[in-house]
């Protein structure tokens, strides 16, 4: 995961998000300019190519970020960097809720790709070509630049969007480990056909996602495997997450901020036994989002979920 501290320039903060550029993204854009330099009779084009290029990834990456929103999730931060953008996005963890926060991102390439080519059509038909060629390239190129942006995005290779976006239809059937699993699996698939077109293009850029993605796909299958062990852990049946609602796993799982200990913040109030100190905000072990523990309402526990043992 990209530091949105270390290495990232703070740009803008729009509706409570703040967008953060990383370093990276300047070498690439002069690699990029350089090499495309004699596309355009004058190199304003070229700049103005790459910012269509961010503004496109940026819209996208919006998309997430307004979407988990909407249905109640967290969405603070956006990172642009050299492979896209990321949205740092928590949404319920519910399929519908996930699938949708995914999916939004895409949808903003949908909505665009009509209007970029409506605007190539256009342009033919005004005579453009003749009158305008550089404008004529411009446009033509940031709308081959959406397309070719939604059709990546769409593989179903985890975790692009596509890949995520099978995760959370499939989590319906199989649940969120499973599919996890599974997504990460046929990730791997995806991954290994790229690097062998990275191999067989000698081309280091497809080599880098290639090993960008593997590394992500090889994650997605840890995080799996440890939700399908704590799945298996007895819970605390008189609490939930405030987010997710996943009743917390019982023994001391929880690490002191002050000590370094391990205790279990439900049995204690959220005060640490060791030291004394009393946690201002308890982690879900599920879903990662950190809440007070006064937050943690009492509920019945989840259907099939043994009550925990240790108190």
């Known amino acids: 995961m990209i530091s949105t501290q270390s290495g990232s320039l703070r740009l803008f903060r729009f509706a409570g998000i703040q967008v953060y550029l990383h370093w990276s993204w300047f070498v690439v ?7 495309r330099a004699k596309q355009y009779g004058s190199p304003f084009w070229n700049v103005a190519e790459y910012l269509a290029l961010f503004a496109i990834v940026l819209l996208h990456e919006f998309g ?3 979407a988990c929103r909407s249905v109640g999730g967290k969405a603070e931060q956006i990172v642009l960097w050299p492979l896209g953008g990321i949205a740092f996005v928590s949404p319920p963890m519910r399929p519908g809720a996930v699938l949708w926060s995914i999916a939004a991102g895409p949808l903003v390439n949908v909505v665009l790709a009509p209007i970029l080519f409506g605007l190539v059509w256009l342009g033919s038909h005004l005579g453009w070509t003749e009158t305008m060629p550089d404008l004529t390239s411009f446009v033509f190129a940031v709308a081959i630049t959406n397309a ?13 969007d596509g890949g995520q976006i099978v995760q959370s239809l499939l989590w319906f059937w199989l649940g969120r480990a499973r599919s996890l699993f599974v997504s990460a699996i046929l990730g791997l698939v995806g991954v290994s056909a790229l ?29 799996a495997r440890g939700l399908s062990a704590l799945a298996k852990v007895p819970r605390h049946p008189g609490f939930a997450c405030p987010s997710c ?37 308890t982690m879900c072990a599920f879903c990662g989002v950190e809440n007070p523990i006064e937050a943690w309402s009492a509920s019945s526990p989840a259907a099939g979920v043994p009550p925990v043992i240790d108190v």
């Open 64 to 66: 997430h970020a307004l």
């Open 148 to 160: 070719v942006l939604l059709v990546f995005n769409l593989m179903p290779v985890y975790p692009l």
């Open 245 to 281: 609602h996943e009743p917390p796993p019982g023994g001391p799982m929880w690490l002191c901020g002050s000590c370094g200990q391990r205790f279990n913040p439900f049995s204690t109030a959220a005060v640490c036994p060791h030291c004394s100190t009393r946690q201002p905000a």
């Open 195 to 223: 690097g062998v077109y990275a191999l067989w293009r000698q081309s280091l850029w497809y080599g880098f996602m290639a090993l960008f993605l593997g590394q992500r796909c090889l994650a997605g299958l840890r995080y």
């Open 29 to 35: 854009a002069l690699i990029e300019l350089s090499s």
